[in-house]
């Protein structure tokens, strides 16, 4: 079993990539295979899989993303390819938030969820409780303004993090855009 894996990728497929850890290639599927850079290390927390005569190894480069795959797996009707795909198109913060809320329709517009993302609520609803809580739940009208104009998830959920907590929503928009200018430029 791998805990975790750290080398330099040598390939980049679509939902791949080739590592070398001190003279072994392994390949690991990773939900973010387009921001990974070649011939740069990295850590993957890592998961496998012994099916039939191979094993499959899954890697994220956050623990976090590591346990909501784990997590997503483990509801009846997703697969592997549907939590990379979720954890490559949603953080973790907002497959969270879609779960708490009750949210179908925010899981399953992403390509290849469907109808799974009312399994994925049932199942995960009292699940994901063990997972740290972040800003986003107490600035969601902030989160959902700035992702409708177009602003990436990511940016949003590292600004909104560093707010200070019970800001009134025209403040905690404000921050949020300065922090992002500052972050971008």
């Given at each position: 079993?791998f ?30 295979c387009?921001?990974l ?8 927390y ?27 797996i ?11 795909t ?12 879609f779960?708490k ?11 290849g ?30 989160y ?22 019970s ?19």
């Amino acid at each position: 079993m791998f805990d975790f894996l750290v080398g330099k990728i040598k390939n980049i497929h679509k939902d791949c990539v080739g590592i070398d850890v001190n003279g072994l290639g392994f390949c690991v599927h990773t939900n973010r295979c387009n921001e990974l850079l070649l011939e740069h290390d990295y850590l993957f927390y890592a998961k496998d899989f012994i099916k039939d005569d191979e094993i499959i190894i899954y890697g994220f480069l956050k623990q976090d993303e590591l346990k909501m795959f784990e997590h997503l797996i483990s509801v009846n009707s997703v697969g592997f390819r549907t939590a990379c795909t979720l954890l490559n198109n949603l953080t973790v913060e907002e497959i969270i938030y879609f779960i708490k809320n009750k949210n179908k329709e925010g899981l399953a517009s992403i390509s290849g969820v469907g109808n799974r993302a009312e399994h994925i609520i049932l199942e995960l609803f009292d699940k994901i409780d063990d997972f740290n809580k972040t800003n986003i739940f107490e600035y969601s009208n902030v989160y959902n303004a700035l992702r409708k104009i177009g602003y990436r998830a990511k940016d949003i959920n590292e600004a909104i993090n560093k707010l200070p907590p019970s800001l009134n929503d025209n403040e905690a928009l404000f921050l949020t855009l300065k922090e992002i200018k500052k972050n971008v430029y």
